[in-house]
C-alpha cells in the first residue's frame, strides 16, 4: 500500500502568508478536502477555497472563546491512527473517524506577545497556544503517513513534491517536515517556560492578576531558543565545525540583530571579536572608538568627534590594529573611511557603527571583502550571559553595572585633579572590557596600553606600562601624568610601586582587598591619587 497520498487537510495558521495560494493549489489541482477553523476558514473562503468548519466536521462547537476547537477524536484520531494497522483503521471506522494526511498549522505568536513590555500575565496566558501545538504533535509522531506543515517557507516544495509524486510526499519529506515540528515546539515551550520563571501571579484588589518580577531569576530548567542564522565555514580553528544562531530576545541594537550591508561572510573569531568590540564601545556617550583584536581594546579614544577619536585609537597601538576590529559609536561618514582606509591603509576584518552616509558606503564598497555591519543605534538591552563548560551551561547577568562617579571614594591624601579623573573615568570604562587580569594606562582619554589576562597584576601592570611608553614615544610626548585602571583590587602594594616607576601619577580600582592599607600608603608615598569604585570587573 502506498501512504503519504493527501487526499484531506487540516489548517489553522497565525501567519497567513502564502495560505490562500497553498489551500487553492491543494483543492484546485490535486482535489484536497480542506477543514479549517476560526480567522484561517474565514480568509480561505473569501479567496473561494471550499472549506469544511471545524465544529461542522467535529459536530462539537468551538467554545470557550476558542480555548476547545480542535481537541477532539475526529481531529486527533485521524492524524495519530497507522494506516498499516488493523486494529487502529477498525477503531476508526468504529467511531466514524476519518483520515487527516496533512496538518498545516502555525502557533499564536506567544513570543510576540511578550516582547510588549506592558503585556499583562493574562494576555500571555491567552497568548499561549494548545490546539496548534498538539495537532502538530500528533502530526509529527505519525509522520509515516501524515505531512505536517508549520512553516510558510515549506509551502511551495510540499506542492512540487506532490505534483512529481500524484499528489503524494515522501516520507524523507515527512520526516524532515516532522523534525522542524518538534524543534518549533520545543522552542515554543522554552519561550513560555523562559517567561513563565520570570513573573509569578499576584491578586490585585480588583481581582484582576498581573506580571511582577519572580524572586527566582535563573529556573530549575534553562531552556534556550535560538534560531540558526548561518553556517560558519569553521570555527576557532579550521578542524571545527560551527554556526551562529540568534536569541529571539536579542536586544535591538545588539551583534545578532546587526545588518551587514557589505563583505564576506562573518566568522566564528569574527563574531566573538566584533561583540567585544561593540560592547566596548557603547560603555561611552561622546563619540568613542575602540579598536579591538583578539578579544581586547588595542586601540581607544573618545573625543569631540568620531573621525578624531579614531585617530586618537589608531595611534595607540597601530601594530596592534593590523587585521582588527572598528567599532565607532557614531555614524560612520566619508571622511572616518578616508582615515583609515586611505591614511592609515588599516587592514579592517570589521567595521561595526549604527549608521553609514551615503558616501561613506560608496567608499567602503571598495573594499569588497570587509564586513560592513550597521545596528541602527547603540543603545544595551537586558538580558543573560550564556558560556559553556564540559557538560554544562554558566548563566550570569550581563556585565551592565550603572556605575556613579559620585559614589566612588578616595582613600588617598591626594584627591585626583580634574583632568586624572576624566582620564580615570575612561580607563575604568575601558579596563572593563579587557581580558582579567586587565591593567590599562590612560592618558588624554586614550587608551596607550594594556596589560591583558596576565596570571598576575604585577605583569598586567609592567606589560601596560611598557606599551604606553611606547605608544607615547611614538606620539613624541613624555610618559609621564599617566593614569592607571585595574579591574580588580591591587593583592599587594607592589602593583602600585610598578605603575608609580612607569610615570602613572593616578589609580581607579575596585578596592576590598585586607591589603588595602598597604596599596594606600604606597600611594601616599608616590603622591598617587587613588580612586576606589567598589565595584570589580572581571572579564574571564
Not at 127 to 148: C, E, Q, W, Y
Not at 157 to 177: C, I, S, W, Y
Not at 196 to 201: D, F, N, P, R
Not at 316 to 338: H, K, Q, W, Y
Amino acid at each position: 500500500m502506498s501512504f503519504g497520498v493527501i487526499k484531506r487537510a487540516l489548517i489553522s495558521v497565525t501567519n497567513k502568508v502564502g495560505i490562500v495560494e497553498f489551500a487553492q493549489a491543494l483543492e484546485s489541482e490535486f482535489g484536497v478536502e480542506i477543514i479549517s477553523t476560526g480567522g484561517t476558514a474565514r480568509v480561505l473562503k473569501e479567496a473561494g477555497v471550499k472549506v469544511i468548519p471545524i465544529e461542522a466536521y467535529t459536530d462539537f462547537p468551538e467554545m470557550m472563546d476558542g480555548r476547545v476547537k480542535t481537541l477532539h477524536p475526529r481531529v486527533h484520531g485521524g492524524l495519530l491512527c497507522r494506516r498499516d494497522n488493523r486494529d487502529h483503521i477498525a477503531d476508526a471506522q468504529a467511531h466514524d473517524i476519518g483520515m487527516i494526511d496533512l496538518v498545516c498549522v502555525n502557533l499564536y505568536e506567544f513570543e510576540k506577545t511578550i516582547e510588549n513590555p506592558h503585556v499583562t500575565f493574562v494576555d500571555a496566558i491567552e497568548h499561549i497556544d494548545i490546539g496548534g501545538p498538539s495537532m502538530l504533535r500528533s502530526a509529527a509522531k505519525n509522520n509515516d503517513f501524515v505531512t505536517v506543515v508549520s512553516d510558510p517557507a515549506d509551502y511551495s516544495a510540499v506542492l512540487t513534491e506532490m505534483r512529481e509524486n500524484d499528489g503524494a510526499t515522501t516520507r524523507e519529506t515527512r520526516r524532515r517536515l516532522a523534525l522542524k515540528v518538534f524543534q518549533t515546539t520545543a522552542a515554543y515551550d522554552g519561550a513560555i517556560a523562559a517567561y513563565l520563571s520570570g513573573v509569578i501571579t499576584t491578586e490585585k484588589e480588583e481581582g484582576s492578576e498581573a506580571a511582577v518580577e519572580s524572586t527566582e531569576k535563573f529556573p530549575r530548567i534553562f531552556a534556550i531558543e535560538a534560531t540558526k542564522e548561518q553556517d560558519l565555514r569553521y570555527g576557532e580553528n579550521p578542524q571545527q565545525s560551527a554556526a551562529f544562531y540568534r536569541l529571539p530576545n536579542a536586544s535591538e541594537h545588539s551583534l545578532a540583530r546587526a545588518q551587514q550591508i557589505q563583505g564576506k561572510p562573518l566568522s566564528y573569531n569574527n563574531l566573538l571579536d566584533t561583540d567585544a568590540a561593540w560592547t566596548a564601545v557603547r560603555e561611552f556617550s561622546e563619540p568613542a572608538v575602540i579598536i579591538l583584536k583578539h578579544q581586547n581594546p588595542c586601540g581607544s579614544a573618545v573625543a569631540e568627534n568620531i573621525v578624531e577619536a579614531y585617530d586618537r585609537a589608531f595611534s595607540c597601538d597601530p601594530t596592534s590594529a593590523f587585521g582588527g576590529i572598528i567599532a565607532a559609536n557614531r555614524e560612520i561618514s566619508l571622511e572616518f573611511v578616508e582615515h583609515f582606509a586611505d591614511i592609515q591603509k588599516q587592514f579592517v576584518e570589521v567595521l561595526i557603527a549604527p549608521s553609514y552616509t551615503a558616501e561613506a558606503r560608496e567608499r567602503l564598497s571598495k573594499r569588497k571583502n570587509l564586513r560592513v555591519l550597521a545596528t541602527g543605534g547603540i543603545t544595551h538591552g537586558g538580558g543573560l550571559e550564556v558560556r559553556t563548560v564540559d557538560g554544562g551551561l554558566l548563566v550570569q547577568d550581563l556585565d551592565l553595572a550603572c556605575e556613579d562617579a559620585k559614589t566612588f571614594s578616595v582613600p588617598t591624601k591626594r584627591q585626583p585633579t580634574s583632568d586624572e579623573l576624566d582620564d580615570l573615568l575612561f580607563a575604568w570604562k575601558v579596563c572593563k572590557t579587557v581580558k582579567s587580569n586587565a591593567i590599562l594606562v590612560a592618558k588624554d582619554r586614550m587608551g596607550l596600553g594594556m596589560g591583558p589576562g596576565q596570571p598576575n597584576r604585577v605583569d598586567a601592570a609592567l606589560l601596560a606600562c611598557e606599551r604606553a611608553e611606547q605608544a607615547c614615544e611614538r606620539r613624541g610626548i613624555a610618559p609621564v601624568g599617566l593614569v592607571a585602571a585595574s579591574d580588580a583590587f591591587f593583592p599587594f602594594r607592589d602593583n602600585v610601586d610598578t605603575l608609580a616607576a612607569h610615570g602613572v601619577t593616578a589609580i581607579i580600582q575596585p578596592g576590598g582587598s585586607v591589603r588595602d592599607e598597604e596599596s594606600i600608603e604606597a600611594c601616599n608615598e608616590h603622591d598617587i591619587a587613588m580612586v576606589f569604585t567598589g565595584i570589580r570587573h572581571f572579564r574571564h
